[in-house]
């Protein structure tokens, strides 16, 4: 659970850090899509976030992530928790 704990923050820190004027008041739970109908973000802005995660966790290549389909921001946690 802790890791869970610490990569959440890390994400989000990612995300607040990469858009601040975006993310910094907006909430960001777990079953926000990254994309349209959640976060906005487009699909150079989702690689870029992604890079971003996996250059600050290490770990599992985000391959695997981008072929899932429509991610919510939890899929991101679990997968660099689980790294």
Known sequence: MADRIRTTAVVHETLIGTWP???RDHPLP??????SGGLGLDSIDT????LACEERLGGRSTEELLSAGPLHLG???DHFSRA
């Open 75 to 77: 899929d991101v946690i």
């Open 47 to 50: 690689v870029e976030f992604l």
């Open 21 to 23: 004027l975006r993310f």
């Open 30 to 35: 777990d079953d926000a899509l990254l994309g």
